[in-house]
């Protein structure tokens, strides 16, 4: 189903989402995670992407963006598994060690049984 607000399909959304995110854009990846929400998200189909990190990001995202939402995931998600190290989503992570504390003690579980890592409020808009 096309998003009302920009004529992306959540497919779209999601791989555009996935891109902001590994790109260090936290705007961008806030807009998408947005205009994602306005759909069902348990109807996402399993996006096609070029790396496997990216899957790995997608599958994340989309758990946490359904829990927030009280909603079930797409069931793709399920078989998707984590990256082989820790991987922070916020690139000042690198630079800010209590950013960092921060993200380890914070990291919703669909990141971090992924092992990805971010704030507690990763992906919020509020």
């Not at 929400?37 to 963006?65: F, G, H, T, W, Y």
């Not at 993200?103 to 971090?112: A, F, G, K, V």
Request: aromatic share 8%.
């Amino acid at each position: 189903m096309p998003s009302m607000t920009s004529g992306n399909t959540a497919a779209e959304c999601l791989s555009s989402l996935v891109r902001a995110i590994l790109a260090g854009d936290a705007l961008e990846a806030r807009a998408y995670a947005r205009e994602l929400c306005e759909q069902p998200l348990s109807d996402v189909p399993r996006p096609v992407m070029a790396e496997e990190l990216e899957l790995i990001v997608a599958a994340a995202v989309i758990e946490l963006l359904a829990d927030r939402l009280q909603q079930s995931p797409p069931n793709w998600t399920e078989a998707v598994n984590g990256w082989y190290e820790p991987l922070y989503l916020v690139a000042s992570a690198s630079r800010f060690p209590n950013l960092r504390h921060q993200c380890d003690l914070e990291s919703p579980e669909p990141l971090r049984r992924r092992n990805l890592f971010a704030p507690g409020n990763y992906l919020s808009w509020v």
